[in-house]
């Protein structure tokens, strides 16, 4: 394993003196801990991502001419719909 520095806040590093202390490590450990659980989480999510956007079909959209302000805005025309 390699080492690094990190820079932080005095109550970031406090809460992680105490939450390696509470699971019996170093602060070290605790956040390289921390680093590889993202790493994981994020890695997974990617590839769940990719996953999904293999199979997802595309989607063909017609045009359509687009709404104008009073159309957008019709109050009465929302009202009648109810």
Known sequence: MKNMTITAEPDVLR???MKAAEEDTSVSYFVGRMLKERMLRERDYAAARREHFAVL????FQKARPFSREELH?????????
Not at 57 to 60: L, N, Q, T
Not at 75 to 81: F, G, N, Q, Y
Request: a positive charge.
């Open 15 to 17: 809460w992680a003196r």
């Open 57 to 60: 079909k595309p989607v063909r």
């Open 74 to 82: 019709d109050r009465a025309a929302l009202r009648r719909a109810k």
